[in-house]
């Protein structure tokens, strides 16, 4: 290992042969293992230096930690010790290698909390717990305190927060900035959680972020690719590449080992991966459960031995503890949670003995705006919808049952004789009347994660059948005289795949794209036929097509929308307008006339936030539609223990 005669060493290749290592190892040792590295501040890419001395240094330090013990020579006879020793070690062998089942002990303790909604992920120093919550749509950070007391006022700078993971010593958090950009990467800051102003690491875009265990440098994704930066957002190198958008990274107590989920957007899939060292791509961990079981968001006990972690089943996420030390019994991840509820964001309290979990349970209620009282009012009392739609005769209501999202069908004026149509695990919203009233076309996401149009007989007959284009993905409308479905194709940012609106010949099974419908997806079509308006995927503006005329137009720009509804005389095209929940109304544009008016304002109405739960729709004499949100979310600190 020879050095510069000034004991300075000027590059990473320089380092890199003192040490031994390849200059890219040498990079991964400064953030596992807090290989001394200096740096020249200004101009661009800062220059790096080393000294020997400092690096001799820390190669004794890891050499001594890593140094087997090598015990004395004895003068008693061998075989007795050896075979006590072999007896005791297989004894602490086994008691260290058999497999341990972990259970939650029965009433957690539910921590105190706001009206507010609250969203994954979890984060605590062991003092308190950190979360996103949401009141009347505007997003916040909240802590409160595990072990009870007041809670300290936490005010933020940023409007649109998104937390990351809380550095070590409990005084920072980092974030990102939600700004709606079309690929999810959104500004990275490095937040005081003293309420300071934050700080813009360089020009960072990330997808999610996490500390390196040296503290000085921070491990994000962006794009299909993971890298590490300094803390003040400089020297970028890329890591791996992964098969998807990876986030919520967590290191393993002893630091080596990194996990974190991908979720492969051209698969609807999650799963979880790790490397063992940052120098090797990652892989999937196997946990024993069902091929394409959805996984996600794990943490590690404090000693390392358990490993806690979200899985879907049957359209609900659930608790599991994986064994991490199974050498010589091999078992899968067994399941914590149970029943029709959703358990998400496990996090171990350092004590060892208890689980930070959020629980969600959904509920929500169908409201219709009264525009005579100005006031939303319940549709239906005891019916626990989440989307409806209206036979064409107006005697059959068609809705998705809230919480497992299944179909069903009931008969008017009081949804009595409920039947089901298409039963869970299938997650189904927005079903759609054919104009005869025989048929119910609607979306489904099933076992695999995927979005499909399907189309559903109503006499609940068991014929569920999917549109054959394979692009046939989201909003599936009929045409006014029924033997035509338009549908979109979803934007994918991972694939590059485009959205666009394309129609399908229900009696040919064949379809064909739309002209000029790059880029635009919810298709609507008018009851007269003549018109069908879409969305620009992009700015989410409304475009119509004229089918006489062959022409697309823009006619609200910079207004922003979703929901698509023609009214019955094809008069008024009806939609949701605004992005923030605070700020939404639902709009009506007059086609003939030009002009758009506000039919309802939703600034106080409490909206839902799974999925679609900002749907609105047409009731009878075009009244407006919406949800108000009676869902609740708790956050249970719950004993385990381990058998």
């Known amino acids: 290992m020879a050095a510069p005669v000034n004991d300075r060493l000027h590059s990473w290749k320089e380092i890199a042969a003192f040490l031994g290592c390849e200059p890219r190892t040498a990079q991964r040792y400064e953030g596992l293992r807090g290989l001394p590295v200096h740096r020249i501040p200004g101009g661009g890419a800062p220059q790096v230096f080393a000294y020997t001395n400092e690096l001799q240094a820390w ?105 990351g993971v809380v550095s070590p010593d409990g005084r920072a958090m980092l974030l990102r900035s939600i700004q709606g950009n079309k690929d999810g990467d959104e500004p990275l800051y490095l937040q005081p959680l003293s309420g300071a102003s934050p700080t813009r690491l360089g020009d960072i875009r990330a997808y999610d972020s996490a500390w390196m265990p040296d503290g000085r440098h921070i491990v994000y994704s962006h794009r299909r690719a993971v890298y590490q930066a300094l803390l003040d957002g400089s020297a970028v190198h890329k890591l791996f590449d992964v098969p998807g958008r990876a986030y919520w990274f967590r290191w393993s107590p002893d630091r080596h080992t990194l996990r974190f989920t991908v979720y492969d957007s051209q698969r609807s899939a999650y799963s979880i991966w790790q490397t063992a060292s940052i120098d090797s791509p990652p ?250 308006a879409a969305i620009r995927a992009d700015t989410r503006e409304i475009t119509l097509f004229n089918f006489a005329k062959s022409l697309w137009t823009r006619p609200l720009p910079g207004i922003r929308a979703s929901y698509l509804n023609w009214s019955a005389t094809s008069h008024q095209l009806i939609f949701l307008a605004g992005s923030l929940p605070q700020e939404q109304k639902v709009m009506a544009y007059s086609w003939r006339t030009g002009q758009a008016i506000i039919l309802a304002d939703l600034a106080g109405v409490h909206r839902p936030l799974f999925s679609f739960g900002d749907w609105i729709g047409l009731g009878p004499g075009d009244a407006p539609l919406a949800l108000r949100d009676l869902s609740t979310e708790e956050i249970l600190s719950w004993p385990f223990k381990r058998d």
């Open 59 to 163: 190669l004794d330090t890891n050499r001594r930690a890593e140094a087997p013990v090598t015990p004395a020579p004895s003068l008693l006879p061998k075989w007795p010790l050896v075979l006590a020793s072999m007896t005791l070690a297989s004894f602490a062998a086994f008691a260290y290698l058999r497999p341990v089942s972990i259970s939650l002990v029965n009433n957690p303790l539910r921590l105190p909390g706001t009206s507010g909604a609250k969203l994954a992920p979890l984060l605590t120093d062991g003092v308190f717990v950190y979360f996103q919550e949401s009141h009347l749509g505007k997003p916040g950070i909240t802590a409160i305190p595990i072990a009870g007391g007041p809670a300290p006022s936490l005010r933020l700078p940023l409007e649109n927060p998104d937390p």
């Open 283 to 532: 892989s999937p961990v196997p946990f024993g459960l069902p091929a394409g079981t959805a996984q996600c968001c794990g943490t590690w006990s404090p000693d390392g031995s358990s490993y806690f972690f979200q899985a879907a089943i049957n359209g609900f996420f659930h608790i599991f503890a994986h064994q991490e030390r199974q050498l010589l019994f091999q078992r899968p991840a067994s399941q914590l949670t149970r029943g029709a509820f959703n358990f998400r964001s496990p996090v171990p309290l350092p004590s060892g003995d208890r689980l930070l979990v959020l629980s969600q349970t959904q509920k929500a209620e169908v409201t219709r705006y009264d525009a005579q009282l100005k006031r939303w009012l319940p549709l239906f009392e005891r019916v626990p919808a989440a989307t409806v739609a209206f036979s064409p005769d107006g005697k059959s209501l068609a809705f998705t049952r809230l919480p497992d999202h299944s179909l069903w069908k009931c008969s008017l004026p009081d949804c009595t004789e409920p039947v089901l149509l298409i039963a869970p695990p299938a997650r189904v919203t927005m079903p759609r009347w054919s104009p005869d009233g025989t048929r119910i076309a609607c979306m489904v996401k099933n076992a695999n994660g995927r979005w499909r149009a399907h189309v559903v007989a109503a006499a609940g007959s068991p014929n569920l059948t999917a549109l054959p284009d394979p692009l046939a993905e989201a909003d599936p409308v009929w045409s006014p005289t029924g033997d035509r479905i338009a549908f979109g194709s979803t934007p994918n940012p991972d694939s590059g795949a485009e959205s666009s609106i394309h129609i399908l010949d229900w009696r040919t099974n064949r379809s064909q794209s739309l002209p000029g419908s790059q880029g635009l997806q919810s298709p609507a079509w008018s009851p007269t036929g003549h018109l069908l």
